[in-house]
């Protein structure tokens, strides 16, 4: 069994849209939305891994980041755990470096059944805390 620690960046504008990328066909969730994020490193702390994965990923830098939540989530194949990091302030332009579409969502419109399950709990924080 996998266990992974995964740090996930909600990345927010001053108009209330959160920037949401798409999971290639190919990934484990294939073409699901995602909050843009990755994988902890060893000795990274969740910080410092979503500094590098929103550089990596969507090409911004993380001026502060507060964190958001922390859940756990049990696949059949995998145990994870993932930091959810609210930036709401950055340099840079956040595009999908990776080939991967992005898209602003209204945060009222972020639709549970468009994510991963394990974003559920997440997605209904976002749109209780608007």
Not at 1 to 16: T, Y
Not at 72 to 81: A, G, K, L, N, V
Not at 107 to 120: C, G, I, M, R, Y
């Amino acid at each position: 069994m996998k266990i992974l620690q995964i740090a996930v960046g909600i990345i927010r504008n001053d108009a209330g849209e959160i920037f949401i990328t798409q999971r290639a066909a190919d990934a484990h969730m294939a073409n699901k939305l995602e909050f843009p994020g990755g994988k902890i490193e060893l000795g990274e702390t969740p910080e410092q891994a979503l500094i590098r994965e929103l550089q990596e990923e969507v090409g911004i830098t993380p001026q502060g980041a507060t964190l958001f939540d922390t859940l756990e989530y049990q696949f059949p194949d995998r145990h994870i755990t993932l930091w959810f990091w609210l930036v709401e302030s950055w340099e840079g332009e956040p595009w999908g470096r990776e080939g991967q579409p992005g898209q602003w969502i209204a945060q009222s419109e972020l639709d549970a059944k468009d994510f991963p399950p394990a974003n559920e709990p997440v997605i209904t924080k976002l749109k209780q805390n608007r």
